[in-house]
């Protein structure tokens, strides 16, 4: 009789530890935790304890956190690329609680992104990559438009 162990709290935990995410723990994560394609809300929350850190991450740990943080906001919605109250709010607390640069990359990407968000959410939003980087405006306008 087995039974299923969620492994990726104990990986991630190691990986603050180490206080480091290497392209092969990358590729690990990928191809072993979340290769199911979705992404769980507990998940989602070690990946931004990651990005919480403030580490010496390998580069591909920027994109593929982007990617993970979208696969659980806007692909497993309903209607799918529709962000709802509910996980806006999760996404904007995180992201305020983390500050890193990856975590305003899954914010930008969400407002590029999406299909519908919440208006307070995509103010916010624009207003908190503005503040982290006033030369922002000019992505920001071309990923919201339409």
């Known amino acids: 009789m087995g039974f299923a162990i969620d ?8 990986m603050i530890l180490g206080r480091r ?34 580490m010496n991450n390998a580069p591909e ?10 696969r659980h906001v806007i692909g497993q919605s309903e209607p799918e690329g529709a962000v709802s109250e509910e996980r806006a709010a999760w996404l904007m607390n995180r ?6 640069v990856e975590a305003l990359a899954a914010l930008a990407n969400l407002l590029a992104e999406a299909r519908s968000v919440p208006e307070w959410f995509l103010d916010a939003g624009k207003a908190r990559i503005l503040n ?7 992505a920001l306008q071309a990923a919201t438009a339409g």
Do not use: H, Y
């Open 21 to 54: 995410v290497t392209a092969q723990d990358v590729a690990w994560l990928r191809r072993e935790v979340f290769a199911g394609r979705v992404v769980t809300r507990e998940q989602a929350d070690e990946l931004f304890a990651v990005a919480r850190a403030d």
């Open 61 to 70: 740990w920027k994109d593929f956190f982007v990617e993970m943080i979208a």
């Open 7 to 14: 492994r990726s709290r104990t990986i991630i935990s190691a």
């Open 95 to 100: 992201v305020d609680e983390c500050r890193s």
């Open 132 to 138: 982290a980087s006033p030369n922002a405006g000019w």
